[in-house]
């Protein structure tokens, strides 16, 4: 028989086994079930990351992509004032996103599916955009191909302006050499020209050679021949007298002047005024002056810009 002692002894022993199993499968159970709890979380967490990252990556690629419609939308001439907005709003996003201490993917991705929404509208945009300057590129080459042909069409005239007018310079100046021949051909001839000389009885003389005691006046006789071109009105004919130095002998007392020689002024011994009849008309001139040198003189006729006559005498 076993003793009292020994009894209690073994009933603690197995209290303490029972005591020892109910303790290892409570601690069992709370381990499997703070186990499953950690993995929960984990995966919570592991799926949280996941978002953000998802979220931040999505972000980042609107602002990525508003970049491009703002830079081809200005390409394209259209308004930017819309996207810029939105990029500011959207660049302020990624920054409150950054420094947010909660997890709330929930509202971003609402808003980037707000900003998704946007960027379609903005394509819609874009290809009309596209379209009109498609547009306005046709328009501008048929633009273009229309003034290449006025611009053609100008230089064309431009060129038979210019022939016209060379034909006009040409015409001009064929029909200014033409009415100077014919001015030219209107103009009086002084035919038979004669210097006689008259003394102071009123001997006239008719030599080659004159001495001067005896001379006191010049008597010049000479024709007009018939022209049908030289109107029958008052014409002036100029006497120049060149002495043997080649200057003009002239008085302005006994008559003497000025006029055009070849465009240029000269002088002129003595005019006389005579009525143009077409028939042949004698004409006399005399020019008083008795200090004629001895030496070769010449005598020239002019009338209306012409020379019509000359001749020479000599003065002993």
Excluded: C
Excluded at 54 to 83: M, Q, R
Excluded at 249 to 259: K, L, M, P
Aim: proline share 2%.
């Amino acid at each position: 028989m076993q003793q009292p002692e020994q009894k209690n002894k073994q009933t603690i022993a197995w209290a303490m086994v029972v005591v020892l199993g109910l303790a290892t499968a409570m601690f069992g159970y709370l381990f499997t079930t703070q186990k499953s709890e950690l993995t929960q979380q984990e995966s919570m967490v592991v799926e949280k990351a996941r978002e953000l990252a998802l979220t931040k990556t999505k972000l980042d690629s609107i602002s990525t992509v508003l970049d491009t419609k703002i830079a081809e939308i200005e390409k394209l001439g259209g308004d930017v004032s819309e996207l810029t907005k939105m990029k500011t709003q959207l660049e302020a996003d990624k920054a409150a996103f950054r420094r947010s201490n909660k997890v709330e993917t929930g509202k971003y991705l609402a808003k980037i599916k707000e900003y998704e929404k946007f960027l379609v509208e903005k394509d819609e945009v874009i290809a009309q955009l596209k379209l009109e300057n498609e547009q306005l590129v046709a328009s501008n080459d048929s633009l273009s191909t229309h003034v290449g042909t006025l611009t053609s069409e100008r230089e064309r005239l431009v060129k038979r302006q210019t022939e016209l007018s060379d034909s006009v310079v040409t015409f001009t100046a064929v029909n200014k050499e033409l009415s100077a021949k014919v001015s030219q051909a209107a103009a009086l001839k002084a035919q038979n020209l004669k210097v006689l000389t008259v003394n102071s009885r009123g001997k006239t003389k008719d030599k080659e050679e004159y001495k001067a005691k005896r001379v006191d006046k010049l008597k010049l006789v000479f024709n007009l021949p018939e022209n049908a071109l030289t109107a029958q009105e008052s014409k002036d004919i100029y006497l120049r007298v060149l002495d043997p130095q080649g200057a003009v002998v002239a008085n302005d007392a006994t008559g003497s002047g000025e006029f055009e020689v070849d465009g240029a002024p000269s002088k002129f011994t003595a005019r006389e005024s005579v009525a143009y009849q077409n028939n042949n008309q004698k004409v006399e001139m005399l020019y008083d002056n008795s200090q004629l040198r001895p030496g070769k003189y010449s005598v020239e006729l002019y009338s209306e810009g012409y020379k019509i006559g000359g001749t020479n005498f000599t003065i002993k």
